[in-house]
């Protein structure tokens, strides 16, 4: 098994006697299915349906004081929490921004079951978050029988699996959900009640409109930058995101290149050539099962 610190992340709390239903109100996933031990994905979106901040979600246990805490982007933290309390109102909550971090663990099974320890429900193969001060890492690590290593890897392993990393992969405040596959990647609770968004959520789902996607692309031995266009031929069709080992991660429009494929022209980015892994799923409804 592998573990790696990742120091690009933060942990937010969120509690009070009113904390389940005050989150359950502002973001994408339905806080009323947590509880200790089990991990959701989610975002804060604006009124217009864009992500302010994607985020992972767990009920904190009874003896670490309860509440909600919320594994997000470091870098975005102290803007979570700025504009948690600004719908606060009220409501019977407080929020802040802990002194915590994250060891992601992953390829293998755990030797010992920590605290604050959760499954990462996008995608079975990312293995498990824990949350944990960040000079505990390597004494974590041992105690579940993991190799630490630089969360260099772990970024590779993210890449290789196609799970975009906002900042990188899309830009926050201006993508929707959709385009950054967290209906595919159990990000959206399509059942659940009213939250901010929530109305153009919705209608692009039952509407299929996402013509943007964020899709797994094969590279060469150099790797384009980040933020370069993906060009069809000499037209933009979309952006290179991160990229590490031959692998990376590009939003592009699903239609344009679609047609780019039916009309044998490569995709480059940079002047470098890359090639879709799954070509099949610009050719997919946009239109997607509920989580």
């Known amino acids: 098994m592998k ?22 109100g502002l973001i994408t996933t339905d806080v009323d299915r947590l509880k200790p031990g089990l991990g959701r994905f989610g975002a804060l979106l604006t009124p217009q349906g864009k992500i302010i901040a994607d985020f992972l979600i767990t009920e904190a246990p009874a003896g670490h004081g309860g509440g909600f805490l919320i594994d997000c982007p470091k870098a975005l933290a102290d803007t979570l929490a700025t504009k948690l309390k600004f719908y606060k109102l009220r409501a019977k909550v407080t929020v802040e921004n802990l002194d915590l971090g994250v060891l992601a663990a992953w390829d293998g099974q755990l030797a010992a079951q920590p605290d604050l320890a959760f499954a990462d429900p996008r995608n079975d193969a990312l293995g498990l978050r824990i949350l944990i001060p960040e000079d505990l890492t390597q ?19 993210r890449i290789a699996l196609g799970v975009p990393r906002g900042g990188l992969d899309f830009m926050y405040s201006d993508a929707f959900p959709h385009e950054t596959n967290m209906d595919r990647l159990a990000g ?7 939250y901010v968004g929530q109305e ?5 789902q039952h509407r299929g409109t996402a013509r943007t996607r964020s899709v797994k692309v094969l590279l060469d031995d150099i790797s384009p930058e980040v933020g370069v266009s993906v060009m069809a031929g000499d ?35 940079g002047g470098l050539t890359l090639t879709l892994a799954e070509p099949e799923i610009v050719r997919l409804p946009s239109k997607q099962p509920t989580a």
């Open 3 to 24: 573990s790696a610190f990742l120091p690009d992340r933060g942990v937010v709390k969120v509690a009070g006697e009113d904390a389940r239903n005050f989150l359950n």
């Open 139 to 157: 004494k974590l690590s041992d105690l579940i029988g993991a190799e630490l290593v630089d969360a260099t890897d772990y970024e590779a392993h």
């Open 188 to 194: 959206v609770d399509f059942d659940k009640g009213c």
């Open 200 to 204: 153009v959520v919705s209608r692009m």
């Open 235 to 269: 037209k933009p069709v979309g952006t290179m995101g991160s990229s590490a080992q031959g692998k990376g991660i590009a939003l592009v429009r699903i239609d344009r290149v679609a047609d780019a494929l039916d009309a044998g022209q490569p995709l480059t980015a």
